[in-house]
């Protein structure tokens, strides 16, 4: 059963910065990423990174969002920088080996104007 622990969720001002951490149990996954949820709205893609360390993210955090991971550790980080009340949202770790996907329970972040 893989676990999934996610941590460094808070309250911040606008331009303020925080640090998402999710550390998984069991083998290394072969790509390690954040979602979030904004009330009302579906779930989407922030940014992924692949074992090797690729990186793909979504268009309104590039330049702002950084996701990093740690083989070692089984951890994914996201460092959030600049940010902005629209970030606001639950933010998911997810993790995937060929044919499962994971997910956390999720963390918040509130982002005030």
């Known amino acids: 059963q893989v676990q999934l622990v996610e941590s460094g969720g808070g309250l911040v001002q606008a331009g303020g910065s925080l640090r998402l951490s999710c550390t998984a149990s069991g083998s290394i996954f072969s790509i390690m990423g954040w979602y979030r949820q904004a009330p009302g709205e579906q779930r989407e893609l922030v940014a992924l990174?692949?074992?090797?360390?690729?990186?793909s993210y979504a268009n309104s955090v590039k330049g702002r969002f950084t996701i990093s991971r740690d083989n070692a550790k089984n951890t994914v980080y996201l460092q959030m920088n600049s940010l902005k009340p629209d970030d606001t949202a639950v933010y998911y770790c997810?993790?995937?080996?060929?044919?499962?996907?994971?997910w956390g329970k999720g963390t918040l972040v509130t982002v005030s104007a």
């Open positions: 997810n993790v995937q080996v060929p044919g499962m996907t994971y």
């Open positions: 990174i692949t074992a090797r360390g690729g990186t």
